[in-house]
């Protein structure tokens, strides 16, 4: 049986706009809208198998409905152009789709949709109607079911006629008449002032029509009576005005509207521009949503224990391969099986991991131990550890297709195989949650389905090989991936494997000491309130701080007052209380996060937590450590500090040797402003925050007091991350002016500074990125977003990024170089950490003065700046005594 499915085109792309949160792919053009009308239109074509499909659309903003009301919609605000500029993308999108779509001059969407519906009346056809504007009602009956959008954008709620009598006791043609009572704001339709949708029902359950309604005025009392008289006009106009105009002149054949089904190549060449990921990963464009592997048939062989020493043969000098790890810490990860491309023929090898592991597949061990077999795959650092851990040495990468598909897109947090196929047009392959499933429902398939999806991994990185290098080119990060980040993942491989030994009784020691701690803090805290209460509760704490001792509440909510941090510290001069449950949250935190935490982590085999560094998370370049996190350990406090003490060298009579860069950023400020008195300050290796100081507030470095130092640093490092005025006055505890008035002196000494965050903006504005000064980029779409706060971001972004991403480029340059060196020059000394600016090695007593040497200089010399790079060194007997 025939169906026609019509969409109020502009109802539901204003509805997926304000349903969904402003997203914009990498080239700055906003999705949100399209985002949502497509997972609309995908689900209608899934749920209702239409035979005739139709979006309408309004043409222009004046209708024939002006020249009765010329305020007709005046009380709209104005389209965001956020929205305006994706009902192009909208149309392009239905092009692809293949559903036609219509507008007329001078006519709503809605005159179009009601003269359809009227043919489908009299013609007995079938038809839903989908939008987000109740006025559609009047439009229901036997033959049409209109669907309003509720939550979101693709739930509805379907009326017929029966329906709408249900709900408002009223027929569909009556919709008018409540309109034409209550009217509707957001079409600026006057209605009667005063009637509400309670009051309009109550008068047309009563007398059926807003005629009926004026006819019998005379009758009512008080102030009703006076304001439908009153009104009488307006009345009978919102009536009009919400009337639905059924015979416009347009092609009602139904063979126009005929839906055939979307064009696959269109749709997903419109899903790449747009960058919709999952649903590129979901459909088949072969025609359907199912098993979009069948698409490219691969010739696979699952290896068995007599194939597995001709495998190793074929396999020869170079080729791509996939090795699938199972589970988040790779510390702590199960290999399921790994695949393996064979040029010669063709093929796909399958190896189980068993078989991989046993007597028997020595000779594959000893392939991917060989570093003068070429090997790419994906994510190497992952699984090298994974390997490693199981006694095999990966060796010999030479492209991974992770690390370049960051480093061509940074912003991108969930990069998969599968994703890259749809990204760069490579052959369908399905997500690993449809093949593995997802969370407690996670299984490996049979091993048919498993060798099949992981010889398509093979077979995607195999593909995208050469596309990867080829945009790492383009974008002149070749040398940013090869000499940079591909040796980085060995480096950073090797160091977690090593790990770093922890004193585990110093550890428990220093908890019993903070569990002492809170116990005095907690009888003080409740001595100072009076009572005992929850403190980890905000809803008991509230009702004692606010209610109980009176101290200043901000605005008291549903689920009670605020105590989040920033409360506390504008509360602390008011009461000792608050500096003491400041004070206990901190050690808390100390307790649950370092203490408990880390010694969860010690592997009981070596006595040491073995982190992981995430090579591929930070849009700066910078590195994330997890399992545990070393890199926050909250060294501000003394507390914090004291856990750096059950950190020591793994052999007796070594050291652990620290290195920290002193003042990286601002150093990679001077250069890349080239601003004259920043330069002249770290040439003459002065103090950078006296010098500026001195500059700012026009004094000699001998008039420069502790104050005027203070300021200087907050402003150095917050220029650095693009601080604001009221950042500054936070910072300073001064006035936003007077913070403003120390930005603007600063700018008026460091012209340079000034000069170079104006320019960089200006770049970014005309490229869409920025770089650092290896090349690496970082996109930033909203920078000409018309949001004044998103455009503003992007902006402080455009002048950190640069300083930020080039300081973490050169640490990262110092660990590839100093695991060079020590392996050249044969030392027994080992790189244990990275943290921040920061270098942790373990030594052996006789390297010591060899090394407080060796290490700054790699450090310094590590990218030739116009400013030198400064590392200063320090050593003990753990890594709390080496700062």
């Known amino acids: 049986m025939d169906k026609l499915v019509i969409i109020d085109g502009n109802s539901i792309a204003s509805r997926a706009f304000y349903a969904l949160p402003l997203l914009s792919n990498s080239s700055g053009l906003h999705t949100n809208a399209v985002y949502g009308f497509t997972t609309m239109l995908l689900k209608l074509i899934e749920e209702e198998k239409p035979t005739h499909f139709l979006v309408a659309f309004d043409a222009g903003k004046v209708t024939f409905r002006h020249k009765e009301y010329t305020e007709y919609k005046g009380g709209r605000a104005k389209t965001p152009p956020e929205l305006s500029e994706q009902f192009p993308l909208i149309k392009e999108l239905l092009k692809a789709f293949q559903i036609p779509q219509f507008e007329l001059q001078g006519y709503e969407a809605d005159d179009i949709i009601g003269t359809l519906t009227r043919v489908a009346d009299e013609s007995g056809k079938q038809v839903l109607l989908v939008s987000g504007d109740k006025d559609m009602l009047q439009l229901s009956s036997d033959q049409v079911t209109v669907a309003i959008t509720r939550k979101g954008i693709t739930e509805v709620e379907r009326y017929n006629p029966a329906e709408i009598m249900e709900k408002y006791g009223l027929e569909p043609k009556q919709i008018v008449d409540l309109k034409g009572l209550m009217g509707d704001t957001s079409d600026n339709i006057p209605g009667i002032p005063g009637v509400g949708e309670k009051t309009a029902l109550k008068l047309l359950h009563e007398y059926g029509s807003v005629e009926e309604v004026l006819a019998h005025a005379a009758e009512m009392k008080g102030k009703m009576k006076e304001k439908i008289e009153e009104h009488a006009k307006d009345a009978m106009m919102s009536k009009e005005l919400a009337t639905i105009f059924r015979e416009v002149p347009m092609d009602t054949d139904w063979a126009t509207?005929?839906?055939?089904?979307?064009?696959?190549?269109?749709?997903?060449?419109?899903?790449?521009?747009?960058?919709?990921?999952?649903?590129?990963?979901?459909?088949?464009?072969?025609?359907?949503?199912?098993?979009?592997?069948?698409?490219?048939?691969?010739?696979?062989?699952?290896?068995?224990?007599?194939?597995?020493?001709?495998?190793?043969?074929?396999?020869?000098?170079?080729?791509?391969?996939?090795?699938?790890?199972?589970?988040?810490?790779?510390?702590?990860?199960?290999?399921?099986?790994?695949?393996?491309?064979?040029?010669?023929?063709?093929?796909?090898?399958?190896?189980?991991?068993?078989?991989?592991?046993?007597?028997?597949?020595?000779?594959?061990?000893?392939?991917?131990?060989?570093?003068?077999?070429?090997?790419?795959?994906?994510?190497?650092?992952?699984?090298?550890?994974?390997?490693?851990?199981?006694?095999?040495?990966?060796?010999?990468?030479?492209?991974?297709?992770?690390?370049?598909?960051?480093?061509?897109?940074?912003?991108?947090?969930?990069?998969?195989?599968?994703?890259?196929?749809?990204?760069?047009?490579?052959?369908?392959?399905?997500?690993?949650?449809?093949?593995?499933?997802?969370?407690?429902?996670?299984?490996?398939?049979?091993?048919?389905?498993?060798?099949?999806?992981?010889?398509?991994?093979?077979?995607?990185?195999?593909?995208?090989?050469?596309?990867?290098?080829?945009?790492?080119?383009?974008?002149?990060?070749?040398?940013?991936?090869?000499?940079?980040?591909?040796?980085?993942?060995?480096?950073?491989?090797?160091?977690?494997?090593?790990?770093?030994?922890?004193?585990?009784?110093?550890?428990?020691?220093?908890?019993?000491?903070?569990?002492?701690?809170?116990?005095?803090?907690?009888?003080?805290?409740?001595?100072?309130?009076?009572?005992?209460?929850?403190?980890?509760?905000?809803?008991?704490?509230?009702?004692?701080?606010?209610?109980?001792?009176?101290?200043?509440?901000?605005?008291?909510?549903?689920?009670?007052?605020?105590?989040?941090?920033?409360?506390?510290?504008?509360?602390?001069?008011?009461?000792?209380?608050?500096?003491?449950i400041l004070q206990y949250r901190q050690l808390a935190k100390l307790q649950s996060t370092y203490i408990e935490g880390l010694l969860k982590e010690v592997r009981p085999e070596t006595g040491k937590v073995h982190t992981y560094y995430r090579q591929t998370i930070a849009a700066t370049g910078r590195l994330s450590s997890q399992y545990p996190n070393l890199q926050n350990i909250p060294i501000r406090l003394e507390e914090g500090r004291k856990i750096r003490k059950v950190f020591v060298p793994s052999e007796p009579g070594w050291y652990i040797l620290a290195a920290d860069y002193s003042q990286i950023e601002l150093r990679v400020l001077a250069h890349i402003s080239q601003d004259e008195k920043l330069k002249e300050a770290f040439l003459q290796n002065m103090d950078i925050h006296t010098k500026t100081a001195m500059d700012v507030f026009g004094v000699q470095e001998s008039e420069v007091d502790s104050n005027m130092r203070r300021s200087a640093k907050a402003v150095n490092f917050g220029i650095v991350y693009g601080i604001s005025d009221y950042g500054l006055s936070q910072n300073l505890a001064i006035t936003r002016k007077e913070a403003a008035s120390f930005i603007e002196q600063y700018f008026a000494v460091f012209q340079g500074v000034r000069t170079y965050m104006d320019d960089i903006v200006k770049d970014a504005r005309r490229d869409g990125y920025v770089t650092t000064l290896l090349q690496r980029r970082r996109y930033l779409p909203e920078i000409t977003a018309s949001n004044f706060n998103l455009r503003s971001f992007a902006e402080r972004t455009a002048m950190n990024s640069p300083i930020q991403g080039s300081a973490a480029d050169i640490i990262k340059l110092a660990m590839v170089q100093m695991a060079e060196r020590l392996k050249a020059d044969g030392l027994k000394s080992r790189m244990l950490l990275q943290v921040h600016d920061e270098l942790v090695f373990e030594v052996p007593e006789e390297e010591l003065e060899l090394m407080k040497r060796i290490v700054p200089e790699v450090m310094a010399d590590a990218l030739k700046l116009d400013v030198p790079l400064q590392a200063d060194v320090d050593y003990g007997l753990t890594w709390y005594d080496a700062k």
Request: proline share 4%; charged share 25%; net charge negative.
């Open 257 to 580: 509207f005929r839906y055939e089904g979307y064009d696959g190549q269109a749709l997903s060449s419109m899903f790449r521009k747009l960058e919709f990921k999952t649903l590129l990963e979901k459909m088949d464009f072969s025609g359907g949503e199912a098993d979009i592997e069948s698409a490219v048939s691969l010739d696979i062989e699952v290896i068995s224990e007599a194939g597995i020493s001709g495998l190793a043969h074929a396999l020869g000098d170079s080729t791509s391969l996939h090795i699938e790890i199972v589970g988040e810490n790779p510390h702590h990860s199960e290999v399921a099986g790994v695949a393996f491309y064979l040029a010669d023929g063709d093929k796909y090898a399958y190896v189980p991991f068993e078989l991989l592991m046993s007597e028997a597949g020595q000779p594959i061990q000893d392939w991917l131990s060989d570093e003068s077999k070429k090997k790419q795959l994906f994510d190497q650092h992952r699984a090298e550890l994974a390997l490693a851990w199981h006694g095999v040495r990966l060796r010999g990468v030479d492209f991974d297709v992770l690390l370049a598909a960051y480093l061509l897109d940074p912003t991108e947090s969930t990069l998969t195989v599968s994703g890259l196929a749809f990204k760069y047009g490579l052959p369908g392959i399905r997500p690993d949650e449809d093949v593995f499933g997802k969370g407690a429902k996670f299984r490996l398939p049979e091993l048919a389905a498993l060798s099949e999806h992981l010889c398509r991994k093979a077979d995607t990185i195999r593909r995208a090989v050469p596309v990867l290098r080829e945009e790492l080119e383009k974008g002149e990060m070749h040398r940013l991936f090869y000499e940079l980040e591909l040796p980085l993942a060995g480096v950073l491989a090797e160091m977690e494997l090593r790990g770093i030994k922890v004193d585990a009784a110093g550890l428990r020691q220093l908890g019993d000491e903070i569990a002492g701690q809170l116990e005095g803090i907690m009888a003080r805290i409740y001595q100072l309130a009076g009572c005992e209460f929850n403190i980890n509760s905000p809803k008991q704490l509230g009702e004692i701080l606010f209610e109980k001792l009176g101290l200043p509440a901000s605005k008291k909510t549903k689920t009670g007052y605020s105590t989040d941090a920033e409360v506390l510290e504008r509360l602390a001069p008011y009461s000792e209380i608050v500096g003491q």
